[in-house]
Each structure stands twice: as structure tokens, then as C-alpha cells.
């Protein structure tokens, strides 16, 4: 079945360092990918997204490249502040009703 | 702003005290859904209507059930609540077709006693 991999955490940075949280997918057919972001005691919310190969989602100066090539969905972002520490979790939509499917998540702190 | 809703924020119940969590959108999405989560892991799906047609996962405890009486509203009732049961749980909301993106509410804290 469709799955998502993404890497352990937690991972800790110092503020304006450069951050990549690798995320890899199996899939049949052409899924939907998805970064969602979850601060301390909230809810999730979107991120970014990729509908197709080779789509780049952006926002609030995170990235990721849909690459089909690898099966990958990595999140960069070029330069972490405090306020990013939360929990990130890369997912895609699968299943005959397009359920997303999440990975385990990855807690991120950035240290001032 | 369009947005879903969750009420209340934080709940707390005795074991086998029969409980309800409830869930608004004024997105007037197709699809809602109720997720459960646990400290430190993902979201894990319970059930989603699509319209007026419930869709339960295989491996959802029947101690949970959903209502949805129209498009604004859906309910997660939690028949006879035990200590494994405490978990955040989120609604999130979707329209028909498209990207398949859902929109997710701020989450019901259960503590259950």
C-alpha cells in the first residue's frame, strides 16, 4: 500500500542555520504531496503542496520539489527562525477516496 | 474567515462516561473527517463523510461513532471512554475532487479520568 518515510527527529538547529527534512513516498498512480506544519498543542496546517512531478511548493520561505525520479518531497528551508520549531509531517493523498496518508513526523527546535 | 472549528478545545471525562466532541466548518467542504492523535505520532484516521456517506476505517474501535447531521456539522461520540482513549482528536474538512487537501481544525484535547 502507499506509505510515506520521513526522516527521525528530532532535530535541533540554531537560528539561521539551513534546514532539510528528507521525506520519501511509495505510491501507485500520481498522489498529491503535502508538508504539514503542527505547533504545540494545535492543530495541523498546510504548509505546502506539489499536485504533479516536478512542482515546487513554497511558503513562508520553506520549499519542496516534487521528484518523482526519487520518489521524494524533501522540506528546505534556507535559513530557521525560533518561531519554526514545531512538527513537521510530509503526507500524500492515497487510496481510492484520496486519504492522506502521513508520515511519522519530524520535531524540529531551533535554539536562538 | 472560512475556517473549522472544534469545541471544546479541552475536555475531560470519567472512564465509561459516555462523551461528545464536536466540529463545525464554514467552508462548506464535501468531506470531513476525525482523526486521533497521540502524544508524539501522527494522526491516525478514525472515519470521514463524504456528504452524508460514512466511510469507517477497518481497524476503528466500535466504542466510536460519528454523526453528521448536514454539511456544517459532524460529531464524534465516544460510547464508553477508556484511559487508552485520551488523544487529541482532529476534524478536518475537504472539498470534492481536487488536490484531496484538508483543512484541519485546532483539535479537542480528551483527558479521561
Known amino acids: 500500500g502507499d506509505s510515506v518515510t520521513q526522516m527521525e527527529g528530532p532535530v535541533t538547529l540554531s537560528e539561521e542555520a539551513f534546514l532539510t527534512i528528507n521525506c520519501t513516498y511509495t505510491?501507485?498512480?500520481?498522489?498529491?504531496l503535502f508538508w504539514y506544519v503542527q505547533y504545540p498543542g494545535e492543530g495541523l496546517q498546510l504548509l505546502l503542496k506539489a499536485t504533479k512531478a516536478d512542482d515546487k511548493g513554497s511558503n513562508k520561505g520553506f520549499e519542496a520539489t516534487y521528484r518523482k525520479e526519487t520518489t521524494s518531497f524533501h522540506l528546505e528551508k534556507g535559513s530557521v527562525q525560533v518561531s519554526d520549531s514545531a512538527v513537521y509531517f510530509c503526507a500524500l493523498s492515497g487510496g481510492s477516496q484520496g486519504n492522506l496518508i502521513f508520515g511519522k513526523g519530524t520535531k524540529l527546535s531551533v535554539k536562538p | 474567515d472560512a475556517m473549522v472549528i472544534q469545541n471544546p478545545r479541552y475536555q475531560v471525562t470519567q472512564f465509561g462516561k459516555p462523551v461528545t466532541l464536536s466540529c463545525s466548518q464554514t467552508?462548506?467542504?464535501?468531506?470531513m473527517y476525525w482523526y486521533q492523535q497521540k502524544s508524539s505520532q501522527a494522526p491516525k484516521l478514525l472515519f470521514h463523510y463524504y456528504d452524508k456517506d460514512f466511510n469507517n476505517e477497518a481497524d476503528t474501535p466500535d466504542n466510536f461513532q460519528s454523526r453528521r447531521p448536514n454539511t456544517s456539522f459532524c460529531f464524534l461520540d465516544i460510547r464508553s471512554p477508556g484511559l487508552g482513549d485520551a488523544a487529541m482528536y482532529l476534524c478536518?474538512?475537504?472539498?470534492?475532487?481536487?488536490?484531496?487537501?484538508?483543512?484541519f481544525g485546532p483539535g479537542t484535547r480528551l483527558t479521561v479520568t
Open positions: 467552508l462548506n467542504h464535501n468531506v
Open positions: 505510491a501507485t498512480g500520481y498522489p498529491s
Open positions: 478536518a474538512t475537504a472539498p470534492a475532487g481536487g488536490s484531496y487537501e484538508q483543512y
